[in-house]
């Protein structure tokens, strides 16, 4: 326990000592920050409930439903600074849109969830299975397809299964996979945290089906790509103006969304309340455990730790399909520059946690 407030005692005298340094460099009255619902929130949850006000600047905070809501928030100019699908940022930048990249938020919640009774699971498992999913274009077809393309395994579009091969059907969102996992309807579906602590306590509660994770596809991605590094999920993008402008500011919540991470690991009772209560989430179950938030990996990370993970990211996508990235690689000037000594800030973050 005293470990624990030591930690959050560091983490707010370093934040107090940082809101100095960066005070009165701001040049606008608002900003607005959006973020998905779900686990992306959960990185962001902290700054959600402590930071109304930055340097005298009043931030507003929007959730949205998913990966098209917050595409739309982005491309036409209302999200100020935003937290979306890492592939969907370099998309939309290829696209021309006024963003840049400032640092990754998550690095993979994605799991395969069952309700067959086996007690084992290879990837074999899933021929002449219908695999249920979201994020059609977006990150977990992206990595399904990896893992699926590495392993050997064929793959289709389908509703319906497929001998010797794995059917893949998409959904807008986890609203249509939720109810029919709880009640034993499907056998193999893809989702993120918090999604999959809701999933397995609903059937729980319900008892007509046990719903339990297979696997971890950052392992399996770790395994498909011949990498120790799991993929960088969401990621924080900004306006080129307000960078440009504000740029000090912009670091300033970037070094939060660390604090950030630490806070909700400590004890993220309070920051899930908030995200429920306050900012009306759906998808952020007030039964939430701790465990359920380590499976989210929320680890921000800046400078070129990120931008060399980014590329990593985008060069393996780029080879199986480019369209997932807008066709091509971001250039150089995707990437926000000078922002390395935030990694060292989370080092001394990290030492204490």
């Not at 920050?33 to 109304?52: I, N, Q, R, S």
């Not at 935003?82 to 006024?98: F, R, S």
């Not at 670091?251 to 660390?258: D, F, H």
Request: proline share 4%.
């Amino acid at each position: 326990m005293m470990r624990k407030f030591l930690v959050l005692l560091l983490v707010f005298m370093l934040t107090a000592t940082l809101a100095v340094s960066f005070s009165g460099c701001s040049h606008v009255e608002t900003i607005s920050v959006y973020a998905p619902d779900g686990g992306p929130a959960l990185g962001m949850a902290f700054l959600m409930k402590e930071f109304h006000e930055i340097d005298g600047v009043k931030v507003d905070y929007t959730l949205v439903k998913g990966a098209d809501e917050i595409a739309a928030a982005v491309a036409n100019g209302d999200a100020d600074l935003a937290i979306l699908p890492t592939n969907l940022a370099a998309k939309l930048y290829n696209e021309g849109k006024d963003i840049l990249f400032v640092g990754t938020n998550s690095h993979g919640l994605l799991y395969l969830l069952t309700t067959a009774a086996s007690e084992t699971f290879t990837l074999e498992d899933l021929k002449g299975e219908v695999l249920h999913l979201t994020g059609e274009s977006n990150t977990p077809e992206a990595v399904v397809r990896k893992i699926l393309d590495s392993a050997g395994i064929v793959y289709e579009k389908s509703d319906v299964p497929i001998a010797g091969k794995v059917a893949l059907k998409f959904y807008k969102d986890g609203s249509g996979i939720v109810p029919e996992l709880v009640k034993g309807a499907i056998r193999y579906a893809i989702l993120g945290e918090p999604a999959v602590s809701n999933v397995m306590q609903k059937a729980a509660a319900a008892k007509k089906a046990e719903v339990k994770i297979a696997a971890d596809l950052q392992e399996l991605w770790r395994t498909a790509t011949n990498t120790t590094e799991s993929y960088p999920q969401t990621s924080l993008v900004v306006k080129k103006s307000l960078w440009r402008s504000d740029k000090k500011l912009v670091e300033k919540i970037a070094k939060l969304t660390i604090d950030g991470s630490v806070a909700i690991l400590d004890d993220p009772t309070p920051y899930l309340g908030y995200l429920i209560e306050e900012m009306e989430s759906t998808q952020v179950p007030a039964t939430l455990k701790l465990e359920g938030v380590e499976r989210a990996n929320i680890s921000p990370t800046f400078g070129a730790t990120a931008k060399a993970a980014v590329e990593a990211y985008f060069n393996i996508l780029l080879a199986f399909d480019k369209d997932l990235i807008g066709g091509k690689l971001p250039d150089k000037n995707f990437y926000c520059g000078g922002l390395d000594e935030l990694q060292d800030y989370k080092g001394i973050i990290k030492a204490f946690a």
